[in-house]
Nanobody, 126 residues
Framework: QVQLVESGGGLVQAGGSLRLSCAAS????????MGWFRQAPQKEREFVAG????????YYADSVKGRFTISRDNAKNTVYLQMNDLEPEDTAVYYC???????????????????WGQGTQVTVSS
């Protein structure tokens, strides 16, 4: 049974930093793409960043480029999201997800991802 567990969310002031972690269990995802998404109240879930676990290739939404960094540790089956220079607009529940198709490119579409975590709340105060 595949399980994704996010951690690292919290309350931070604007300009601060947080590091999110997503630990996967039940399967090894070294040949898959993993992504971070977020959903703010009354808004649709949106793509934030993604990484190809086999070669480390990354892709970012324009809104977070230069501020967020996604990375992975294949030995731990874990992906991270380092978030710097946070803004109130970054406030949302953050989810990690896995595309079950092997060697597929990072997708920005939620429908491409089969497995999802439960989410972790990030709140940025002004």
């Amino acid at each position: 049974q595949v399980q994704l567990v996010e951690s690292g969310g919290g309350l931070v002031q604007a300009g601060g930093s947080l590091r999110l972690s997503c630990a996967a269990s039940g399967r090894t995802f070294s040949r898959n793409a993993m992504g971070w998404f977020r959903q703010a109240p009354q808004k649709e879930r949106e793509f934030v960043a993604g990484i190809n676990m086999w070669n480390g290739g990354t892709y970012y939404a324009d809104s977070v480029k230069g501020r967020f960094t996604i990375s992975r540790d294949n030995a731990k089956n874990t992906v991270y999201l380092q978030m710097n220079d946070l803004e109130p607009e970054d406030t949302a529940v953050y989810y990690c997800a896995v595309d079950s198709a092997v060697f597929s490119s990072v997708s920005v579409r939620t429908a491409a991802y089969e497995y999802w975590g439960q989410g972790t709340q990030v709140t940025v105060s002004s």
